[in-house]
Nanobody, 122 residues
Framework: VQLQASGGGLVQAGGSQRLSCAAS????????MNWFRQSPGKEREFVAG????????YYADSVKGRFAISRDNLKNTVDLQMNSLKPEDTAVYYC????????????????WGQGTQVTVSS
């Protein structure tokens, strides 16, 4: 299983960024997909999750109303649209495949991609 996150970079506060994660080596539509992030010195934290069909989504309170998760089961990709970015959103963002879209514990996931760095300047 490979999960390749991309789309990170440097953005000013208030700006937008779109991340994408390409999955291979698994039957993509059989898995819920989730985004996590980790800042230096902090624990990895749940950001957003989407069900296998894409019909149910979950968000961390800190990003609700600003971020949107979506997936394309034909392309085996899951995206994270991030709007109204804040400096505290600065982190390495990771995608993960699991069985529950609302699984918020990183310990429940065995496979992680390399992540993509998002830096929000004030």
């Amino acid at each position: 299983v490979q999960l390749q996150a991309s789309g990170g970079g440097l953005v000013q506060a208030g700006g937008s960024q779109r991340l994408s994660c390409a999955a291979s080596g698994l039957t993509f539509s059989n898995y819920a997909m989730n985004w996590f992030r980790q800042s230096p010195g902090k624990e990895r934290e749940f950001v957003a999750g989407i069900s296998r069909s894409g019909g149910v989504v979950y968000y961390a309170d800190s990003v609700k109303g600003r971020f949107a998760i979506s997936r394309d089961n034909l392309k085996n990709t899951v995206d994270l649209q991030m709007n109204s970015l804040k400096p505290e959103d600065t982190a390495v963002y990771y995608c993960a495949a699991g069985f529950r879209a609302d699984q918020r514990s990183p310990a429940a996931y065995g496979v992680w991609g390399q992540g993509t760095q998002v830096t929000v300047s004030s």
